[in-house]
């Protein structure tokens, strides 16, 4: 094969129009030139040569062929992409001649220029969409969208700012600097900025790591920790942002009422212990119009938020710029904010009548004491002016102010007043001392108040002999208790926003660039100007005003506007339209991510909100979030609401930690993120501040979210739709699998953690169809949901041949599992024999330590009719099997008359027939059966059998004792088994049982008449109608029976002399009586030799042995246990010698005759239960 060598012509992507990822299509990038360094040179504008394969087309003109040609099947057959038809090319030259020995597989297996022709035609998917696999089969041609232009400053950076930017800054920050302390405050701010950094940084790591689509942190989760995670996750962190959208609107109406209309309060209360219930019903109501009306804007179009984002983004940036002003300018001109004291405590500012910060006055009168409209006000506590004649000294008034009368009980100088306000004299602070005043000494420490505690200034003096204060007295309180705690659920909000970015991935030119890089930029942006702000406010404010979380003390302004410059009203004007914004942001982002896990449909009861309008707004979901969003509008209080959303966002910022770190701990194939400067530790820390963050804040909210997102998962884990994305999780759970698996490898279980693992062998017939499913619906009564559980089924045939019909028999089984509740896996294996493939799968089911341990296998039903003799053989096999492999085998008799999962038994026992002793089983599975609500209400019964030399009372009293230290409850009898000669029923069962069995050796029955003479067995009739029948020997049967069957044939033929035409019917009535009869009568008759011997058959001594005992156990059993809901009994092995086979199922049909439910138990050959703890 020739080289080939491209040179591309010209070199800079630049030069080349609508070279892009996103480029429509390739074959428009008419500059390009591709040589080849083969013999064939081909122009992009030359005619499709053969050389090329036929998977360009030309320039000129010629149509893109269709790339994704989907058929109905769902295999993707991209025959278009390798040859233009129109080009008259013949079907020899279909495929590319130099890849002629792949030819075969082109239809599932592209060439690489194919694949790489639908790459460089992809193009971001719209917001909400589904996840881009599907997306790029869908079949119809779509049209050519618009290539993303958005950088990383315009798309990524001042999203972020103005998403983090938001109501705290202006509404809390300097509240929390003032209750907190600067250091404090700082330590607050430091941990909550390294949360999102940290956080920032692992979502870099998973945005980098190949195409994101639009759906931002959802998707990301979801496609990294799988469906149950990214679901649970996903709705939390819609949660978040909709009582996001809620505190913004309560920020918003708070600025209003508090700061901008005062006046526009509907409900005033005239109790000062009422104003605070008022105020709150007044953000009830104005936050529900607020609301109604920004979900309605929403509703009629987004592209007004979106033109209006850039207005809100801009008084973000005025109002913040209008801070640093103002705190430069304190240094030199601090602004006149007064602040009045009486003693250490702060005065209401709304109740200073006149700036009257004083008990008493003096009127200097210039007229006559009628007329006191003119008149010189003189503080008691200031000193007279120069411009006072002393010669109008006797002129002089003293009144009482304004305050006088919120202390005292009139407003005479004499009248009884509060002894705090007698002791104590007013005075003037400011409240901006400036930049150089050096108040942070201050302001560096904490002062947490309780709630009803009076704001109070440590370094005046004061005197505390008075009684607490009360609140109809004009001081300013604290409205709320505070604490460290607290405080960090009520400023973590402020860092939020930090997905912005990544929810625009669709509208940005490189996003795996752009998201890392503005993401990062906008959070140390933003936690610079928060850290500066709480050293700046600390620095220029009084610690009492910044405690003032309403401004009441100067006369309601908000504080951080006392500070700004030119004038307050620059950060009360601007931080309500921001506040605005962000609201209508929440209110836009948040449907979105709603209709985006709808239609993951993951969430079955979430689909109806994946609709919505013909331009697939997401009108439903708008509703549910408005709906949502009017409940934090009723919480009404700020500080209520923000501890809720921070719970939502941290453990949304706790599963980004954690998808990042398992993925790079892991180390999946497919983990390669462009962005390097990641860790594993940097993510573990990000995790586990989130984690700390959330308890610091509040515990309890903690656990309901997490309690709400395990909810949110287990219903997606029973009832969603599967998914598969390729998630961390699944890798998690193969590591974590490894590894218990090679813990398990380094020795055996012991007694006391032995439990069932269960390997269960279910039959198909002809149609696919199980034929005991209640095999199935015992083994999960026995395992009540634990341990392991294989079910595996053999497919007769060749593999090659018979995958198809494997991989059906293997949906069959899954399909009984899910219909019956078992938790396991399935297994097909195809074999020539079906003994062969049960022995197959015997030795290689399990892996490592987890291997069964338990085999369950059906009776084979009506095996002396059975015109097959291979299922009786197989059956034994099977157990000789287990009993090599050293597993126990559980034989359950009659399963169809086994209950159901819906029958539960209300009454009745479980008898155990402990005959032999086989590692415990038997006194181990009526527990576990009697775990399950079906056995739950059964007893359990043990019967022991005593021979005459045993001491019957003492193997009662041992046994029971033996129980008592097991734990388990149980009724314990002792059967006496005397003795006595073997009886003619005995003889005669065993004599029938040989003859029988000498007969089919001889000859092989007709179906027909082989059935007939089965019935007549069973039926103790003893009538046999047998047909010579010349037939072939039987392919299936062992080679040792071939022989035997020929060997005997050909002795019967030669006896008789005659050949196998010669037909010869012979009717008998096995009795004794008839049997010595016929032997006398016809002795020496025609009959042939074969016949003669088999009728002149003594049984053997060890088979009448074993059929005694059989059938004396079976009458005991029988009469003990005739009512028992289940028997459990000892299951005798298998003969050493295979000729006794047949012999052996008579000995078990005898065993369980006249018993409705048996489950015959034979043990592994190691214990199962112990005494000890």
């Given amino acids: ?82 040859i233009n038809n129109t080009h008259g090319v013949d079907d020899d030259d279909f495929y590319d001649r130099n890849l002629a020995l792949f030819e075969e597989e082109m239809d599932t297996r592209p060439k690489v220029s194919s694949l790489l022709n639908r790459l460089a035609n992809y193009t971001n998917l719209t917001q909400g969409a589904r996840e881009h696999e599907e997306a790029e089969s869908i079949g119809e041609k779509k049209k050519a969208s618009k290539s993303p232009q958005m950088g990383t400053f315009m798309g990524v950076y001042l999203p972020c700012l103005q998403n983090i930017f938001g109501v705290i800054l202006f509404l809390r920050l300097t509240w929390v600097v003032g209750s907190a302390g600067v250091l404090q405050a700082l330590c607050i701010v430091f941990i909550c900025c390294c949360c999102t950094l940290l956080t920032a940084i692992s979502m870099s790591a998973i945005a980098t790591n190949g195409v994101v689509p639009a759906g931002g942190a959802y998707f990301m989760i979801s496609r990294s920790l799988g469906p149950e995670f990214g679901g649970a996750v996903g709705l939390c962190f819609y949660l978040g942002t909709t009582f996001a959208g809620a505190m913004y609107i309560l920020g918003a109406i708070e600025i209003l ?37 920004m979900s309605l804007l929403v509703f009629v179009g987004v592209k007004y938020v979106n033109k209006l984002a850039s207005i809100f983004l801009a008084c973000v940036i005025v109002s913040i710029v209008s801070i640093y002003i103002g705190a ?94 007698l002791s104590n004299n007013f005075s003037e602070i400011e409240g901006i001392p400036g930049l150089a005043s050096g108040i942070i000494s201050e302001n560096l420490w904490s002062s947490y108040p309780s709630r009803g505690d009076v704001l109070e200034k440590a370094s005046l003096i004061s005197t505390h002999d008075a009684h607490p204060a009360s609140t109809q007295q004009p001081y300013v309180f604290a409205d709320i208790t505070t604490s460290f705690t607290l405080l960090v659920g009520i400023f973590f909000p402020s860092v939020t926003g930090i997905m912005a970015g990544s929810n625009r991935s669709g509208d940005l030119k490189d996003a795996q660039r752009s998201i890392p890089i503005g993401t990062i930029l906008a959070i140390l942006t933003t936690s610079i100007v928060y850290l500066s702000s709480v050293v700046l406010f600390g620095t220029c404010i009084d610690g009492v005003l910044l405690r003032d979380k309403f401004g009441d003390s100067v006369k309601g302004n908000l504080v951080v506007g006392t500070l700004a410059w030119p004038t307050p009203w620059v950060i009360v004007i601007g931080s309500f339209f921001s506040t605005c914004g962000a609201g209508l942001q929440s209110l836009t982002g948040a449907p979105r991510l709603l209709q985006a896990i709808a239609k993951d449909n993951i969430i079955p009861f979430l689909r109806v909100f994946g609709h919505g309008k013909a331009n697939g707004e997401p009108t439903w979901a708008l509703l549910l979030t408005a709906l949502i969003a009017e409940l934090g509008i009723l919480i009404a209080s700020l500080d209520l609401v923000a501890p809720i959303l921070t719970m939502f966002f941290l453990m949304c910022y706790l599963f980004v930690n954690l998808a990042c770190g398992l993925q790079t701990l892991l180390r999946t194939p497919n983990w390669r993120p ?83 693992q269960v390997l269960v062998l279910l039959k198909l017939d002809e149609d696919a169809h199980v034929k005991s499913p209640r095999l199935l619906t015992f083994a999960n009564q026995l395992k009540a949901g634990k341990g392991l559980t294989i079910v595996g089924t053999v497919v007769s045939g060749n593999f090659l041949q018979s995958y198809g019909e494997a991989l059906a028999a293997e949906q069959t089984l899954k399909h009984l599992m899910d219909k019956e509740r078992v938790k396991g896996f399935c297994q097909c294996i195809v074999a020539q024999k079906p003994r062969e493939g049960i022995s197959h799968m015997i030795q290689s089911s399990g892996l490592g330590g987890m291997k069964p341990n338990t085999v369950v296998m059906g ?100 046994l029971a004792t033996f129980l008592y230290h097991l734990r388990i409850e149980a009724e314990v009898e002792v059967v006496e088994m005397h003795d006595s000669d073997i009886s003619a029923y005995t003889y005669e069962r065993t004599l029938m049982m040989e003859q029988r069995s000498q007969m089919l050796r001889q ?144 000995f078990l049909e005898v065993l369980t005759e006249g018993l409705e439910r048996v489950l015959l138990v034979r043990g592994g050959g190691s214990e199962v239960i112990t005494i000890y703890s």
């Fill in 674 to 756: 462009r962005f390097s400067y990641y860790h594993w530790t940097l993510s573990f820390l990000g995790m586990t501040i989130c984690l700390a963050l959330m308890f610091i804040s509040s515990w309890y909210y903690a656990i309901v979210a997490m309690v709400i997102a395990g909810m949110i998962y287990k219903y997606i884990e029973y009832h969603g739709a599967e998914k598969e994305w390729g998630d961390g999780i699944r890798g998690l759970s193969l590591s974590a699998a490894r590894y218990a698996l090679l813990r398990l490898e380094e020795g055996p279980p012991h007694t006391k953690n032995w439990r069932p």
């Fill in 1003 to 1146: 000859m092989r029955l007709s179906k027909s008449d082989r059935e007939r003479e089965a019935q007549l067995v069973k039926d103790r009739n003893s009538m046999l109608r047998l047909t010579s029948i010349g037939s072939d020997d039987d392919d299936d049967t062992d080679g040792g029976e071939r022989d035997r069957a020929t060997s005997a044939g050909s002795g019967g033929g030669g006896g008789s002399g005659g050949s196998a035409e010669h037909h010869r019917r012979v009717q008998m009535t096995w009795t004794k009586e008839k049997t010595s009869q016929y032997r006398a009568t016809h002795s020496g008759c025609s009959t042939p030799e074969g016949f003669r011997d088999m009728l002149s058959i003594r049984p053997d001594h060890s088979n009448v042995r074993r059929m005694h005992t059989a059938v004396k156990l079976n009458e005991v059993i029988v009469n003990k246990s005739h009512d028992a809901r289940l028997v459990l009994l000892n299951m005798p092995g298998p003969p050493r010698n295979t000729e006794g086979d047949e012999n052996y199922m008579e």
């Fill in 328 to 421: 430069l300018v304190s240094a030199f001109k601090p602004p006149h904010f007064p602040v009045c004291m009486l003693g250490n405590r702060t005065i209401n500012g709304h109740e200073i009548d006149e700036n009257q910060c004083a008990k008493t006055i003096l009127l200097q009168i210039k007229e006559p004491v009628e007329r006191v409209d003119n008149f010189t006000l003189i503080n008691e506590t200031s000193t007279m002016s120069p411009t006072f004649d002393p010669s109008l000294a006797t002129d002089l008034v003293e009144k009482t102010t304004y305050l006088w009368k919120q202390f005292c009980q009139g407003p005479e100088i004499n009248a009884t007043c509060d002894q705090y306000f």
């Fill in 859 to 958: 009776w084979p039903h009506a095996w002396r009719q059975s015109e097959d003799p291979q299922s009786w053989k197989t059956f034994i096999n099977t157990v000789r099997v287990t009993t090599a492999a050293h597993l126990a085998l559980l034989v359950p008799k009659n399963i169809s008359l086994f209950p159901s999962n819906s029958e539960p038994c209300t009454e009745g026992y479980i008898d155990v027939w402990w005959i032999v002793h086989d590692g415990g089983m038997l006194m181990l599975l009526p527990f576990l059966l009697r775990q399950h609500k079906v056995w739950r209400k059964c007893g359990m019964r043990i019967f022991t059998v005593a021979q005459m030399e045993d001491n019957s009372i003492q193997m009662k009293k041992d």
């Fill in 1 to 82: 094969m020739a080289s080939v060598r491209f040179t591309v012509t010209p070199t800079k992507a630049e030069d080349l129009p609508g070279l892009s990822d996103t480029s429509p299509d390739i074959s428009s990038r008419s500059g390009a030139r591709v040589r080849f360094g083969s013999r064939e040179s081909v122009n992009r504008s030359d005619p499709l040569s053969e050389g090329s394969g036929g998977g360009t087309t030309t320039a000129g003109g010629a149509e893109t062929p269709d790339y994704s040609n989907v058929e109905q099947d769902g295999n993707s057959k991209i025959s278009s992409v390798y």
């Fill in 257 to 293: 009422l508090m700061y901008i209309a005062p006046k526009a309060a509907i409900f005033v209360s005239k109790n000062p212990e009422g104003e605070g219930a008022a105020m709150l019903n007044n953000m009830r109501v104005y936050g529900s119009i607020c609301l109604l009306l």
